[in-house]
């Protein structure tokens, strides 16, 4: 499955710094090096963006898992798992955000 498109603001943005754009893309290949596979890093990826409370990485990094092959159950678990350290309200702020995240597919695992 393709990746989803960026939202337009980032396009806006890399249009007007085509040299962030790059060094941007530069810093995501490079973390693409290593022996985890596509579903971890993306687990991996949304678990630092919940950590962070960044609300617009946890959207994003939630597109991008559950269009990696990722189980919404699953991004639930990591936010379940990440609740005793970043504090319940801030996990229900980030369920909160990817209750948001709409795919056009089903997102449930095979049984």
């Known amino acids: 499955m393709a990746a989803p498109r960026p939202p337009q603001a980032y396009e806006t943005f ?9 060094a941007w ?6 973390g693409q090096e290593g022996p985890l596979d596509e579903k971890t890093i993306r687990l991996v990826k949304f678990a630092v963006a919940a950590g962070a ?11 991008k898992a559950l269009a990696a092959g990722v189980a919404r159950a699953e991004l639930e678990q990591v936010i379940a798992l990440a609740a ?3 504090g ?3 996990a229900v702020a980030v ?4 209750e948001k995240v709409h795919l056009d597919k089903d997102t449930t695992p095979p049984e």
Not at 95 to 98: K, L, M, N, S
């Open 14 to 22: 890399i249009q007007r710094f085509p040299k962030l754009g790059a």
């Open 25 to 30: 893309e530069l810093l995501t290949e490079g």
């Open 53 to 63: 409370l960044r609300e617009g990485a946890v959207r994003s990094a939630a597109r």
């Open 84 to 86: 005793p350290t970043i």
């Open 88 to 90: 319940l309200p801030s």
């Open 95 to 98: 369920h909160t955000w990817i």
